[in-house]
């Protein structure tokens, strides 16, 4: 966001020492990375862990966060809440946090879509269709646009 680039606390500068080493992460640490730098900025009004290490941040818009570890940290967003459908590539998104470098996705050391090194819109049409939780990076190549072969509108 920009306020947290004029706090000096730009995501894609994220130092590694924040989360320290991936294949440490637990619950606790991303729990402790969502306090420093996400509710700095973000207007919430609740936040909870939840089942499997999930770490749940709700909006005041309604929308929520869910996060997680994995080789990265893993952002899940609900467009609508709690309303349905409440699946993948519909109402909830998923991108990453990866301050590693990962040779899997297009981009690391940032926040990112779920976009491939060698996807180009095609294979990330089928990577969408075939894991609707990876349609961020289709949408991303769309420029944030649902277009007509779009597999999974509302």
């Known amino acids: 966001s920009i306020r947290a680039k004029a706090d000096g606390n ?3 500068f994220w130092a590694e020492s924040a989360i ?10 991303v729990e402790n990375f969502a306090k420093e730098f996400l509710f700095p900025y973000l207007n919430y009004t609740e936040s909870k862990s939840g089942d499997g290490g999930n ?3 709700y909006l ?5 966060f869910i996060l997680n570890k994995g080789y990265c940290i893993d952002f899940a967003i609900d467009i609508n809440g709690e309303k349905k459908p409440n699946e993948g590539g519909k109402d909830t998104f998923d991108f990453l946090y990866c301050p590693y470098s990962n ?4 981009a690391s ?3 990112i879509p779920y ?5 180009n819109r095609e294979s990330a049409l089928e990577h969408c269709k075939a894991n609707p939780y ?3 990076g289709l949408l991303s190549l769309d420029g944030w646009e649902f277009k007509d072969d779009y597999p999974f509108k509302l």
């Open 109 to 111: 050391g940032k926040f």
């Open 10 to 12: 730009d995501w894609e």
């Open 134 to 136: 990876t349609c961020s």
């Open 103 to 106: 040779s899997q996705y297009i």
């Open 115 to 119: 976009l491939y090194k060698n996807d």
């Open 55 to 57: 770490y749940y941040i």
């Open 20 to 29: 320290g080493d991936v294949s440490d992460l637990t619950s606790d640490t």
């Open 60 to 64: 005041t818009d309604g929308s929520y």
